[in-house]
């Protein structure tokens, strides 16, 4: 199995991407601490599926948006399963509003959620890393809007165009150390995230006929590509992104 011998640490694993995410890497032999920030029976139901899945691991709640909540995550993965060898930065929100409406407390959630979450965690595993003289891998989940302007979402085009030159810096930064960073970039993945798309079915048809493959993303399509990135296979992959879009960012076409 590919990922034997590894512990893996995936935020907002209770449920949609992040689920899907700590079901492949277990079924590839990985234990998971399963992250996220309230909803303990949706954990458990996740943590249930990774043992089903033959492996095994564990429940850690945590507000990634907070330093504090974010080492604390990572103290508790380590004394639970001993070590934590790949990172999974999932936990993602975003807020639908136009410019001018963008209150000042979605802002700093979608901020703190989604790049300092991201930043803090990934700081607090690299040390983790550090100090027992292990590489590691780090890959976060973004979006299409780390590339593409999404009007009315700019707080959260800003959270991701943020991650993107994180991974390009660390990426740099941590080789020395045998780390690799890198980001998956779904496109339009149905989970809860898009409920509302979801049940518009003009807003839905108009999506997907800008979508080349068209269709909507699944979990298993981000989460294969998430276990490539974690695995030893990545080893010489590091400061880049994969996108899993269907084709979404780059289409266009004049007829
Ligand atoms: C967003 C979705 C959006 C998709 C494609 C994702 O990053 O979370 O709301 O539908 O990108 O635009």
Same mark, same amino acid.
């Given at each position: 199995m590919?990922m034997?011998?590894?512990?893996?640490?995936v935020?907002g694993?209770?449920?949609?991407?992040? &689920?899907?995410?700590?079901?492949?890497l277990?079924?590839? +032999?990985a234990k !998971?601490?399963?992250?996220d920030?309230?909803d303990?029976?949706?954990?458990?139901?996740? *943590?249930?599926q990774?043992? %089903?899945?033959?492996?095994? +691991?564990?429940?850690?709640a +945590? $507000?990634v948006? #907070?330093?504090?909540?974010a080492?604390?995550v990572?103290d508790?993965a380590v004394?639970? *399963?001993?070590? !934590?060898?790949v990172l999974v930065?999932?936990a993602?929100?975003? &807020?639908n %509003?136009?410019?001018?409406?963008v209150?000042?407390a979605?802002?700093?959630?979608?901020?703190?959620?989604?790049?300092?979450?991201? @930043?803090?965690?990934?700081?607090?595993?690299? &040390?983790?890393l &550090?100090?027992?003289?292990?590489?590691?891998?780090?890959v976060?989940i =973004? =979006?299409?809007?780390?590339?593409?302007? @999404?009007p009315?979402?700019? #707080?959260?085009?800003?959270?991701k165009? /943020?991650?993107?030159?994180?991974?390009?810096?660390l990426?740099?930064e941590?080789a020395?150390? /045998?780390?690799t960073?890198?980001?998956?970039?779904?496109?339009?993945?149905?989970?809860a995230i $898009?409920?509302?798309l979801?049940h518009d079915?003009?807003e839905l #048809?108009?999506?997907?006929?800008?979508?080349?493959l068209?269709?909507?993303?699944?979990?298993e399509?981000?989460a294969?590509?998430?276990? @490539?990135l %974690? =695995?030893?296979?990545?080893s010489y992959?590091?400061?880049?992104t994969?996108?899993v879009?269907?084709?979404?960012l780059?289409n266009?076409s004049e007829?």
């Amino acid at each position: 199995m590919r990922m034997n011998d590894t512990v893996a640490l995936v935020t907002g694993s209770a449920q949609g991407i992040g &689920r899907a995410i700590a079901v492949r890497l277990a079924q590839e +032999g990985a234990k !998971i601490v399963v992250e996220d920030r309230q909803d303990a029976d949706a954990a458990e139901q996740t *943590l249930a599926q990774v043992r %089903a899945a033959g492996s095994d +691991g564990c429940v850690i709640a +945590g $507000n990634v948006g #907070s330093v504090h909540d974010a080492r604390g995550v990572v103290d508790a993965a380590v004394a639970k *399963l001993g070590r !934590i060898d790949v990172l999974v930065n999932n936990a993602g929100v975003e &807020r639908n %509003a136009p410019f001018l409406e963008v209150s000042e407390a979605d802002y700093d959630l979608v901020l703190d959620v989604n790049l300092k979450g991201a @930043f803090f965690m990934t700081q607090a595993v690299v &040390r983790h890393l &550090r100090d027992s003289h292990r590489g590691g891998r780090i890959v976060n989940i =973004s =979006s299409v809007h780390e590339e593409l302007p @999404f009007p009315h979402f700019t #707080s959260y085009c800003a959270s991701k165009g /943020g991650m993107k030159m994180m991974v390009r810096n660390l990426a740099i930064e941590l080789a020395p150390l /045998g780390i690799t960073v890198n980001n998956v970039a779904p496109g339009a993945v149905g989970t809860a995230i $898009n409920n509302k798309l979801l049940h518009d079915p003009a807003e839905l #048809s108009a999506l997907l006929a800008n979508i080349p493959l068209k269709r909507l993303g699944k979990v298993e399509d981000v989460a294969n590509a998430v276990l @490539f990135l %974690a =695995s030893d296979e990545a080893s010489y992959v590091t400061g880049t992104t994969v996108y899993v879009d269907g084709g979404l960012l780059w289409n266009y076409s004049e007829q």
